[in-house]
């Protein structure tokens, strides 16, 4: 596993890496502000922060309430 | 023209309030850039992996780099059209069920406008998003597998955002149908479906189906010039997407005067 490492070429995933970091922020920024959301609010952080990728977008399409 | 400014704006602003204006354009970059990587990165994966047995080895052929470009517009095709039904499938129907709607339609605003400046915003912030992903997708096929023009791009941008609106047109449309979003997001998915199945079925018949347009974008990449069959599709899928928006007007007329 640590020759893969080696082998990756950081220069070309770390624009992937920091994507989601930016997705992850706002999605936990905007998950502090509101008051409520789709479903119990402590269960949205959960599938924020564990969820790589998929977590912040589905926070975003079904986790906002639609008022 | 004043009016379909100030709904259009505000359409902006709400769209930049429910952070779309961040999360729709970094999830089309992710889309765009995960295939170039992930094709390059392929033999290492595999071998990451495992399962595979001891002296067990095969050449994996390099894609040529309009194949990865390809690559990417297919998962626009599958999880970007799922974006666009999800996000927009709240668009009109969320505000008719919550009442929003009637506050906007009490004032003279006509429902023409209404409609039409609704469908503009989605339409420019998905075109956006597609562009952005687009470069970051092109950028890394430039990189790691070879060259595409810059013209070669933009028309693919051109043509593959007829085919993005044509699925806006139909979120839109379902909108004004129905008031429950849930509903109108899988309607919208949908209809997108049933146009690739009966494209397929009745191939022969329908040379210019909206839902061929990536498989001349293809033939356009490999061969360099724009094919024939390539402007019919666009002048289709025009026509079939002013079309759903004239009917999208029509049944919100009729279903918000009962």
């Known amino acids: ?67 | 023209m004043m009016q379909f400014m100030t709904v259009f704006k505000r359409e902006m602003l709400e769209a930049g309030r429910n952070f779309k204006w961040i999360w729709v354009p970094l999830v089309f970059i992710l889309l765009g850039i995960s295939d170039p990587l992930s094709t390059y990165y392929l033999p290492q994966i595999i071998e990451s992996v495992g399962g595979l047995p001891e002296g067990a080895s095969f050449e994996i052929p390099t894609p040529p780099a309009h194949e990865v470009l390809m690559m990417s517009l297919a998962q626009y095709s599958q999880l970007g059209v799922l974006v666009i039904a999800l996000m927009s499938m709240g668009l009109i129907s969320g505000e008719r069920k919550s009442g929003v709607a009637e506050l906007v339609l009490v004032k003279p605003v006509k429902y023409s406008t209404y409609v039409s400046a609704k469908w503009s915003a989605v339409s420019v912030l998905v075109l956006v998003s597609f562009f952005a992903g687009l470069i970051a997708s092109w950028y890394y096929v430039n990189i790691l597998f070879g060259d595409i023009s810059l013209l070669d791009l933009i028309w693919t941008w051109f043509f593959y955002g007829l085919w993005l609106l044509y699925v806006i047109s139909i979120s839109v449309f379902m909108n004004t149908l129905f008031k429950v979003p849930g509903l109108v997001g899988f309607l919208t998915i949908l209809f997108v479906i049933l146009t690739s199945i009966i494209t397929n079925i009745f191939s022969h018949v329908l040379e210019w189906s909206p839902a061929k347009i990536s498989g001349y974008i293809r033939t356009m990449l490999s061969d360099g010039s724009i094919p024939g069959d390539l402007w019919g599709t666009a002048l289709v899928t025009i026509g079939i997407s002013a079309l759903l928006l004239i009917a999208a007007i029509y049944t919100f007329r009729t279903k918000e005067m009962a």
């Open chain 1, 1 to 67: 596993m640590a020759e893969v490492f080696e082998t990756i070429n950081w220069a070309l995933v770390a624009p992937l890496l920091v994507i989601q970091l930016i997705l992850q922020v706002v999605a936990l920024i905007d998950w502090f502000r509101i008051e409520h959301t789709n479903g119990p609010k402590i269960m949205w952080l959960f599938i924020i922060l564990l969820l790589n990728m998929i977590g912040p977008i589905l926070y975003f399409v079904v986790g906002r309430r639609q008022e």
